[in-house]
Every structure is written in structure tokens, then in C-alpha cells.
């Protein structure tokens, strides 16, 4: 395996929840809210918010579950999958509540994406012991929804928009690999096409840097990679111990900084990309 392209020394604890009132208890999901804060769900189901600085941490709502993937819209609404209720809860920026927004024919609902264009909210399944994953997708006003993408997927996890906004980037991470699922003019799912694969050896998260390359977070080993269509796959960054990048889940940006939470651990991790090589 070539050279990561950053050092550990890139990386640290942004902020570290072990001891906290309340807990950063193993983090699978992150966000960057619209006023810079760093927002992640827990194994008990809190949605937290760490302030911009890493300085505090709050307990914004719950579901006594098992938060996943987490997700903003434009006006600050979180919208958060819970592994224990096989459902989407949606925290109501207005109101501060935690309320449950949608679950139809979903069993375990992993990552969600907002498009407010088409007013969809797409979410991934990953239920992977029959191998039925899929993505659904609910009306981002009332919803109501069901199985959008009905082509069969190894485990999808973690998902990007695509920065033209026709189509999703899903992680299947018993491929593994990364596919792209068009979404068509009449808003149906087009044909899945696999973009990325061999990617070693548990990928979970993706998102899209502001350059339009694609990273991709792995929960096994701990590792990061950087993908463009030109130059394939790049590992970006590696921790063999497993502790300042644990078990990296999803991943999310801010500025020139990546932010990842970390399911074997009780923190979130920033990592400064001002020197990755070009």
C-alpha cells in the first residue's frame, strides 16, 4: 500500500466526550451545522451539538435508540436515523423537539440526504443478513414514502449528493465499493453503476470535498481515503492504532477541515487538510 497521503500528525481529537455530562458515547454520525457547530448522534440514541470551538458539548434531543447517520437542512432541521426504532426522527429547529418523522418499510435506517430541490428525503438500509439493501425515500413534508432504489446492494451505508445534484454516491461496504445511483428527470432511480471499488476493506462514509473529489471514511481498518476520477484511489490518511481515528464512520466538512466520528471511541476527530498534496 503506497504512503498516506497526511501523517497522523494532521489529525486530533477535537473533542473528547469520555467523561462528559452528557457522553459522547460512540459516535457513528456527524454534521456541520449552518453557525459552525459539530453535530453527532450517540449509541443511546442523544443528539449532541459540540460547539464550533470544541469547547462544550449539549444534549439537543433523543430517542433512546441508536442514532446513525445525521443530516441538516437549510433552516437547521436535523434529521437522524435510529437503529433501535427502524425509523427517521426529525429534531424541529422551531421547536427543539425530537419527533419521528418517517419509517415505512425501512428496517434499519442508516444515512440520510436532504434534497430540498426535488423536497425528498433519501435514506439508506442496511440490512445486511439477506443482503436487501436498498435506498428509500420520504416526502420531506409529511413523511410518507417507501423503497425508491430497488436494485439489491451489499450493506449501502453512508451516502453524498452528487455536486451536480442528480444522484447519490452509496457506500455498499460488503462489496466493498462505492456506487452511483442517477436520480432521473421524473425523480425515479436510475441504473446503479459501481464507481469506486476495492476499497479496503470496510468502507462506511463518503462526502464531497468543495474541489468535487470524493473521500471515504473506512470502519475497518481506520482509514481514509481521497478519490478522483483521474487519479483513482488515494489513502489519505491512517491511524494503525485505532485511537486519535477510531473506527472512522461517517465523515463531514468544514472549511479546509474533515470531521469524523468515531464508533470505537468517545470523540470526534478533526483533521486539517491544509497540506494534503495536490
Not at 456541520?32 to 439537543?60: F, K
Not at 443478513?129 to 414514502?145: A, M, P, Q, V
Not at 452528487?162 to 432511480?189: K, Q, T
Request: charged share 20%; proline share 5%; with cysteine.
Amino acid at each position: 500500500m503506497a504512503k498516506p497521503l497526511l501523517e497522523m500528525a494532521a489529525a486530533r481529537v477535537f473533542f473528547d466526550g469520555i467523561f462528559t455530562t452528557p457522553r459522547v458515547a460512540h459516535p457513528e454520525g456527524v454534521a456541520v451545522h449552518r453557525d459552525g457547530s459539530i453535530w453527532c448522534g450517540t449509541e443511546t440514541g442523544d443528539l449532541l451539538r459540540l460547539a464550533a470551538d470544541g469547547g462544550s458539548v449539549e444534549r439537543m434531543g433523543g430517542t433512546e435508540g441508536f442514532l446513525l447517520g445525521i443530516a441538516f437542512d437549510s433552516v437547521g432541521n436535523c434529521f437522524a436515523c435510529d437503529l433501535k426504532h427502524s425509523a427517521i426522527f426529525r429534531w424541529n429547529a422551531g421547536t427543539g423537539l425530537m419527533e419521528r418523522f418517517a419509517s415505512a418499510g425501512i428496517r434499519v435506517p442508516n444515512y440520510p440526504i436532504v434534497d430540498e430541490t426535488r423536497g425528498w428525503l433519501y435514506v439508506s438500509d442496511s440490512v445486511g443478513e439477506d443482503n436487501r439493501s436498498g435506498i428509500f425515500r420520504y416526502d420531506l413534508k409529511t413523511g410518507d414514502g417507501g423503497l425508491w432504489c430497488r436494485e439489491t446492494m451489499a450493506f449501502a451505508n453512508g451516502m453524498a449528493m452528487a455536486p451536480d445534484g442528480n444522484g447519490l454516491y452509496v457506500v455498499e461496504s460488503n462489496a466493498p465499493c462505492v456506487s452511483y445511483v442517477p436520480i432521473r428527470a421524473d425523480g425515479a432511480a436510475g441504473a446503479r453503476q459501481v464507481v469506486v471499488e476495492d476499497v479496503d476493506n470496510v468502507p462506511d462514509g463518503v462526502a464531497f470535498a468543495p474541489d468535487g473529489s470524493l473521500f471515504i471514511s473506512c470502519y475497518e481498518p481506520s482509514r481514509i481515503y481521497r478519490w478522483r476520477q483521474d487519479r483513482g484511489l488515494e489513502v489519505l490518511i491512517e491511524d494503525p492504532t485505532a485511537t486519535t481515528l477510531a473506527h472512522p464512520t461517517n465523515i463531514a466538512f468544514k472549511g479546509n477541515k474533515l470531521y469524523t466520528a468515531n464508533l470505537g471511541r468517545w470523540h470526534i476527530t478533526e483533521i486539517d487538510l491544509a497540506t494534503i498534496p495536490n
